[in-house]
């Protein structure tokens, strides 16, 4: 029996390489994904246009949380160093054009261009997602630079305020998520921090600069910002139906849950298995689920930070640090959101909520971040 224990151990040591918590949390993740789709799925499908069954969303949740982690699998297997010589390029002439043109010819959904749908498929695909991951990079290698040459400000502020004040027109609370990760990259690569202050600084007048372009350029969306402010702080608003829908997810959990399937706020939340996920997992598995899940990403953002430590790359350690920064503050603010500590945001909770975009770039950045751990395992090996 131990033999059999110990060769089954190889085996999986042999095909998952890097950090095991790692690919054990993203298990656990994606298997409470599953469960709570799986358990809900007639709300969905009540929701959805007629003749749809309820298995199909099931389905397709299923097909596209394989295929994100098999993106995640192949794309561990790829050396971090690569993406070092790729980022400056791809920021250039694949995600500043993308944003650019999503913002002005994307697919208007729910008064937002956040996507753009691919020729002869038909699918959609959100760019500010791509572009999270190329900029991380990006920055993660110019801090790294730094430690070794003289660079300038410019070289790194410029970039994240030009993607940043792409993104933020049609998606605000992407921009400051990705914005607040680069300034927390910044400190950890030791920039000084009047550099980071000044950075800060520029994008609190580039959000002001949107405010005043808001009267000529309708994409910009501070009606939406503004209203979604107020509804937060007055709590008497269409938005806040929603809100109260959420409270009441929350209190039917109780510190159980009312069991899986028996939830019955995913017919009234808009967007509830993306937006509002978290809100149904604490109804159906109760505080212990609830709890469970921050334990998880509290997990998963720990390793990250281990990686920092040991990683004797400075690159790797600032692309394991962002692109971890970046998971754990969105599923942070998801769920803050969704307890009503935050206003509404839109945010899904990463690897869990419904979502092929978000699905497949979260897989992405975790099998970056389980690289740059393999790699790091590597060097204490040879030692």
């Known amino acids: 029996m131990a033999s059999n224990i110990d060769f089954l151990r190889e085996r999986v040591s042999n095909l998952l390489h890097g950090d095991k918590l790692i690919w054990l949390i993203t298990s656990f993740i994606a298997l409470m994904s599953v469960l709570v789709v799986y358990s809900s799925s007639e709300a969905l499908s009540a929701r959805a246009a007629a003749n749809v069954s309820s298995s199909s969303f ?15 699998y192949g794309v561990h297997l790829v050396n971090f160093s690569k993406y070092a010589r790729w980022s400056a390029i791809l920021l250039t002439f694949v995600v500043i054009p993308l944003l650019i043109y999503t913002l002005l010819f994307g697919v208007n959904i729910n008064d937002a261009r956040r996507w753009i749908r691919i020729p002869f498929v038909g699918i959609t695909v959100q760019s500010s997602d791509f572009a999270k991951i190329v900029l991380i990079a990006y920055v993660s290698r110019t801090l790294a630079l730094m430690q070794e040459r003289t660079v300038s400000l410019g070289e790194l502020m410029g970039p994240v305020l030009s993607v940043c004040g792409l993104i933020a027109p049609a998606d605000l609370s992407t921009s400051v998520t990705l914005f607040m990760t680069c300034v927390l990259l910044m400190l950890v690569g030791k920039v000084p921090l009047r550099d980071v202050f000044s950075l800060f600084m520029l994008g609190i007048g580039l959000f002001a600069c949107l405010i005043i372009l808001a009267d000529w350029l309708p994409s910009i969306r501070v009606d939406t910002w503004a209203s979604r402010l107020y509804d937060f702080i007055s709590g008497d608003s269409k938005v806040s139906d929603q809100v109260e829908q959420a409270k009441m997810a929350i209190a039917k959990g109780g510190f159980l849950g009312v069991g899986p399937g028996n939830g019955t706020q995913a017919h009234f939340l808009p967007n509830a298995y993306s937006d509002y996920i978290y809100c149904i997992i604490v109804e159906e598995y109760g505080f212990v ?95």
């Open 58 to 72: 099931l389905l397709k949740h299923v097909v596209l949380l394989v295929f994100s982690m098999c993106i995640m």
């Open 289 to 383: 689920g609830g709890a469970v899940v921050v334990i998880l990403y509290a997990a998963l953002l720990v390793r990250c930070i281990r990686l920092v430590t040991r990683s004797e790359k400075p690159f790797g350690a600032m692309l394991a640090a962002g692109l971890g920064f970046g998971i754990i503050m969105q599923a942070f603010i998801h769920m803050a959101v969704n307890v009503n500590l935050l206003p509404v945001t839109g945010l899904t909770l990463p690897f869990m909520s419904m979502g092929g975009t978000s699905l497949t770039f979260t897989g992405m950045a975790l099998g970056i971040i389980l690289n740059v751990s393999k790699q790091v395992e590597e060097a204490a090996n040879a030692e």
